[in-house]
């Protein structure tokens, strides 16, 4: 089994030594490619890349966005599992032993996804990671998901799939500017097999997107872009701010 770990950057060299160190130090991988998909920075992103991970397959993207960089980097990858991490994410060393071990007991399974720990949300904040990613998310995965085959809802910046189901289904859907593409691929993967989501299978992130403004209402902008797209079956965002 094979893993390809496929990385989207903009702007990212605070960040893409930490988390591109963090997977090479990964134990118990047999056979894996990185691919860091350049989405136009305009910083030294790309050059930290080349010179301090020469292994590292660095590719350009010049068509702005998220799901368009992680759908070229999908493109370029060569392996059975297809993973998706975001440039500020930290994988903890245990991460691929579980995933493989998810999909090899599961043959119908084609995706696996996990929440985000963040390492620099103030404890005062932590509650709304809890609500987040273990109340919301698990909510879905056993109501929605599980038992009415309805819904399901996934960390697009934490997430591995089947490579051929990627495929098959199209990819990421590059309409979608913001929230909403992680629970779309999971609909569309639903109609194919099963997805589910998982609360032990977490990567460390930063919250540099709910620090930005005010972290409750960012939380909540969340929680009302779910129930939205929940409802009226489309993303409640028409503007992106490119950070990642």
């Known amino acids: 089994m094979k893993f390809s770990f496929i990385i989207p950057a903009y702007n990212e060299e605070k960040r893409i030594e930490?988390?591109?160190a963090s997977i090479m130090q990964?134990?118990?991988i047999a056979e894996h490619e990185v691919l860091v998909v350049d989405n136009n920075s305009q910083d030294a992103t790309a050059q930290i890349v080349r010179t301090k991970f020469p292994e590292v397959k660095l590719i350009t993207e010049t068509e702005q966005g998220m799901c368009i960089a992680r759908n070229k980097g999908a493109s370029e990858a060569t392996g059975d599992i297809l993973v998706f991490f975001d440039a500020d994410c930290v994988i903890p060393e245990w991460w691929t032993e579980r995933v493989t071990r998810k999909f090899e007991d599961d043959p119908g399974l084609l995706a696996v996804s996990g929440p985000y720990?963040?390492?620099d949300l103030p404890w005062?904040?932590?509650w709304v990671e809890f609500v987040d990613f273990y109340v919301l998310y698990v909510f879905v995965e056993y109501i929605l998901n599980r038992l009415f085959h309805k819904s399901g809802l996934m960390v697009g910046g934490n997430l591995a799939v089947r490579r051929d189901a990627f495929f098959t289904i199209g990819g990421f859907d590059t309409s979608i500017l913001f929230y909403?593409?992680?629970m779309d691929i999971a609909e569309r993967l639903m109609k194919l097999g099963?997805?589910?989501y998982h609360i032990g299978l977490w990567v460390?992130?930063?919250a540099r997107r709910l620090l930005a403004g005010n972290p409750l209402k960012q939380g909540f902008w969340y929680l009302f872009s779910y129930v939205w797209y929940l409802t009226v079956g489309e993303s409640r965002g028409?503007?992106?701010e490119e950070v990642r």
């Open 18 to 20: 930490t988390c591109l």
């Open 180 to 182: 909403g593409e992680d």
């Open 117 to 119: 720990h963040f390492f």
């Open 204 to 206: 460390g992130s930063s």
């Open 26 to 28: 990964l134990p118990d």
């Open 194 to 196: 099963r997805v589910r």
């Open 238 to 240: 028409k503007r992106y």
């Open 124 to 126: 005062y904040y932590k």
